[in-house]
């Protein structure tokens, strides 16, 4: 029978009995066929809703295992069979204690499920996501298949309104897509050819054609499905205790109840009844259920909270490690900076960028693509080139207009003739840790282009708010001193490790380890052996694949604040479990020795049926504090 | 005298409950047969788990399948914290659950509460 069915069951036969309670002591009222009606309706109850407590317990007494099924079939059991005995010696019954207490534990068990699979929701909801078919171009012509019959190098097509059904990269159209259910990010992100879609997400207004290239198993959307399962599945050192204690509970409480009967009919000369209802409270009250609840819900709803926004916690360790932290390493390049370098200023006329522009449009250097995309943004016109040339190592030249141009380093010599206004500027860039590319016209110098790999938007305001959080904040990069500190200045790091080669990062933070428990930031490659080495390694999210392996804690999107995020949420949740767990506990401390009769002399006594309402109690009060953690911001 | 065998009859079940429950006992443990590449081992969940100890071969691909014929909700769920898996065990129903047997080690499972365990052993 369904648990449901079971608890209804013992409600509806406990009633007449509840009734009897209430009205006897003002009226007088008693139920037809007095102990007789009474005993038939426990008898209906123990055999119905407690009949599976008991069989459980019995299987698992046959393989020297107890559990809270032990002590509620134990405890009403006791009642149930010494009230017979009583009955027929005419001596005060208890019968209604046993199903009094077999309903209120199969009210809490009810509730109970019910608030559990609340918390589990968000991992379900998440694998809900998936679109169920795909647009396929299929000899020519865009059909309709499952989502399992996609590969990887297929043609797909997304209408507006549709799901993206798996990973790829846009080949032709433009629309903007909403990405919110994978990074938690509110703002649509635009899509053009080139641009990457990840499964799940929703297509918003134009139709676009993109190439399959991750399905199945290895879409963004399974992958973090697979590690938020995971993680709402791991352990948390702090619950090694309660294992633990878990495991030598049932039969301490069995022999402490035995105890409390022996110490009140023995040695303080009390009924048997009496004695036996102390016992019984015993038996009943101690669950270490909520204990075994406390950390797998609050891990359940935190790391499904973190995965709705994009945060995804790898486990229990992890998030306990991340409260422990008192330095936060950062890598450089494309963690704090944006990773491709943009120009920050332009020194002369809006000739100088058309110039530079139209010369580095033809070349294939780095920071070319900076000075175009500037080129762009200020709406220049670019001019046609002749005699292009590049001078290793120096710059590129070319006529435009019939006049000589030149772009490039200016320690070359092809630049030209310079004022000492400008010399002076390009001092004071190079001291700024920025690259200078001097734009030269006709044998003389006309303005300089800087260029600089700048910090993204909210990287500043995230380092504030960590350091703000008492963190020691460090930044540890490849490049050379001046320009790590030039960034470091700008966005407010404490200590900047710089010149470090990608393979002595990990070495980098294992001597910062030797004081400090050490969170390391990165997002590329050669920062996997920092992100295994560091006490806890934060993955961001344009990472790749091994970064990702490699990080306790993954972020989806590319942005600083939700490392600020992740660590508060990692806070939160420990916070939580370490409340469930105080909770747990001091109910099972306190509720014993008051079950047991121990405050019995100033009138502080709990009888079997409040007993039974107190243990489920427990476990529920544990499942909806978790619960509750999902609504917290962070 | 009614009182002295009370005494002693419950010190005795205190004696037997320690015995019975914090006493070194032997556990049920279950070998799987490796057929036609493939090894499966059937679990049954009532008040526990029997076997509580499965050993799998490494590198064959492994199926334990739960029955859970147990009304208690204690064991509604079976959770293998290692291996990321949560499953549900609905009353009288197989479940099956897919062990990765490519690293050799000991993988607990439990109960969702954590009051009831079981390992595979795989090697």
Known sequence: MKITMRFWTALVLSLPMLAEMVLHPFTGWMLPGGEWTILILTTLVMLISAGPFISSAWASFKKHHANMDTLVALGTLTAYIYSIYAMFKHLPVFFESAAFVITFVLLGQVLEAKMRSNASDAIGKLANLQAKDALVKRAGKFVSVPIAEVVAGDLIQVKPGQKVPVDGVVVSGISSVDESMVTGESMPAGKKPGDQVVGATINQNGTFEFKAQKVGRDTMLAQIVAIVKKAQNSHAPIQNLTDRVADIFVPTVLIIAIATFLVWFLLLGKSAGTALVFAVSVLVIACPCALGLATPTALMVGTGLGAKKGILIKNGEVLEAANNLNTIVFDKTGTITAGHPQVTDVVGDKHVLAVAASLEKLSEHPLASAVLQAAKKSQVHLRAVSNFRAIEGQGVTGTIDGKEAFAGSPASRAAGTISDELTKQIATFEQEAKTVVVVGLAGKIIGLVAIQDVPKKNSSKAIAQLKAAGLKTVMLTGDNAQVAHAIAQQVGIDEVIAGVLPTGKAAAIQKLQQTDKVAFVGDGINDAPALTQADVGIAMGSGTDVAIDAGGIVLVKNDLMDVVRALRLSRKTFNRIKLNLFWAFIYNVLGIPIAAGLFAGIGLVLSPELAGLAMAFSSLSVVISSVLLGKAKI | ?123
């Open chain 2, 1 to 123: 005298m009614t009182k002295i065998i009370i005494f002693l009859i419950g010190i005795v079940l205190i004696g037997f409950i320690a015995w019975w429950f914090f006493g070194q006992h032997q556990v049920q443990a279950e070998q799987a047969v490796v057929n036609d590449d493939q090894q499966n081992v059937d679990i049954e969940v009532k008040g526990g788990y029997s076997p509580e100890r499965v050993v799998l071969k490494k590198g064959v691909p492994a199926t334990l399948k739960f029955k859970r014929t147990d009304a208690s909700t204690c064991l509604d769920h079976v959770i293998f914290s290692d291996l990321g898996i949560d499953q549900k065990l609905p009353q009288g129903q197989v479940k099956e659950v897919k062990i990765d047997t490519t690293k050799p080690g000991v993988y607990d499972w439990a109960c969702s509460m954590n009051m009831f365990h079981g390992q595979v052993i795989v090697k």
